[in-house]
C-alpha cells in the first residue's frame, strides 16, 4: 500500500515531468496569459468568500489551459499576416 507522503511524490515528480515537456512551447506572452487567468480565477475566489457573488470558479479552470493556446495560435497567425 502506498502512503499518502509517498503519493504526494509521485505526483509532483509527474508534475515537474510534465513542465519539462511543455517548457519548449511555452512563451514568455503565453506564460503572462496563464498568469493574469490564474489571478482572476484567485480574484473570483476571494468574492466568493466574501460572499458578495456565487461564482462556480472550477467552471473556468479550462481556461488555464486555453489562454495559452489561444495566445500562441494568435501569435503565429499574426505572423503569417
Known amino acids: ?6 503519493l504526494s511524490f509521485v ?3 509527474g508534475l515537474v515531468l510534465l513542465a519539462g515537456l511543455l517548457a519548449p512551447f511555452m512563451s514568455t506572452g503565453a506564460i503572462n496569459e496563464m498568469t493574469c487567468v490564474g489571478s482572476i480565477l484567485i480574484i473570483m475566489i476571494g468574492t466568493n468568500l466574501m460572499g458578495i457573488t456565487k461564482i462556480k470558479v472550477a ?3 479550462p481556461a488555464i489551459v486555453c ?3 489561444i ?3 494568435v ?3 499574426t505572423k503569417l499576416f
Open 67 to 69: 489562454a495559452p493556446i
Open 11 to 13: 505526483i509532483q515528480g
Open 75 to 77: 501569435s503565429y497567425l
Open 71 to 73: 495566445y500562441n495560435i
Open 1 to 6: 500500500m502506498i502512503s499518502p507522503l509517498q
Open 59 to 61: 467552471d473556468f479552470l
